[in-house]
């Protein structure tokens, strides 16, 4: 066997794969992210693949570090493609209504958001990052950003 092929299998035991998925904050401001799960997606792959003509549904638990109450939250999707932002429009983006939280929020509370995003059949099929924030509408600030590795079939 080569020895170049047995030296990289006897580093991939040893430190393992780093194929996981991987969910990266993106300038959260207002709170802490805990947990996210992408609908179908896989955690071993390092890309959630989103299928045209299908919807998928992002359940994330979050928390504030700031003392403000916030009334109002907006939801903000983008796909970022090649550095460069295209919204992704949602039928609800007030998301105090329809997502599981209720506003206002608070420091000490823990919260669990769900909105589910249609993957349109007319979207191209590319690698993508799907930025997702949640916002404080009356200061503009960022609650949560997170970035989802993914690719469009």
Not at 34 to 52: I, T
Request: aromatic share 8%; with cysteine.
């Amino acid at each position: 066997m080569d020895k170049f092929l047995v030296l990289t299998l006897t580093f991939a035991l040893i430190f393992g794969s780093n194929n996981a998925l991987e969910f990266k904050d993106c300038g959260s401001e207002l709170g802490k992210f805990s947990k996210v799960v992408v609908s179908n997606c896989d955690e071993a792959s390092s890309v959630c693949v989103l299928k045209r003509h299908t919807n998928a549904t992002i359940d994330l638990d979050f928390n504030l570090v700031d003392d403000s109450k916030i009334e109002n939250v907006s939801t903000v999707v983008h796909g970022v493609i090649l550095g460069v932002e295209m919204p992704f429009p949602l039928a609800n983006p007030n998301a105090c209504v329809d997502s599981g939280i209720e506003c206002p929020l608070e420091k000490g509370k823990n919260y669990n958001y769900q909105q589910t995003l249609p993957v349109l059949k007319s979207y191209p099929k590319v690698s993508v990052t799907v930025k997702w924030e949640l916002k404080d509408v009356t200061s503009a600030k960022t609650i949560i950003c997170v970035l989802i590795p993914a690719r469009i079939e």
